[in-house]
């Protein structure tokens, strides 16, 4: 199983909805948890959290490069 580690910015008293990106993916939970705290500990704004999402392998949902 993939799991992607998902970063969330939201600007505080903002009527915006929050902004959504894969910052990284991993192929095991321990991999996943590794690099949700390694995130944690270097992002420093409190309008960013991290959290980790379980992701079926679909080959239509792994994107091999990325779309502007």
Not at 20 to 32: F, L, M, Q, S
Not at 57 to 62: F, G, K, S, T
Request: hydrophobic share 45%.
């Amino acid at each position: 199983m993939i799991y992607l580690i998902i970063r969330k910015w939201k600007l505080q008293n903002s009527d915006y909805p929050p902004e959504y990106r894969v910052e990284k993916w991993a192929k095991t939970i321990k991999e996943a948890n590794q690099y949700l705290s390694a995130l944690s500990l270097l992002e420093n704004d409190k309008n960013t959290m991290f959290f980790i999402v379980p992701a079926q392998e679909n080959p239509a949902l792994i994107l091999t490069e990325e779309v502007a």
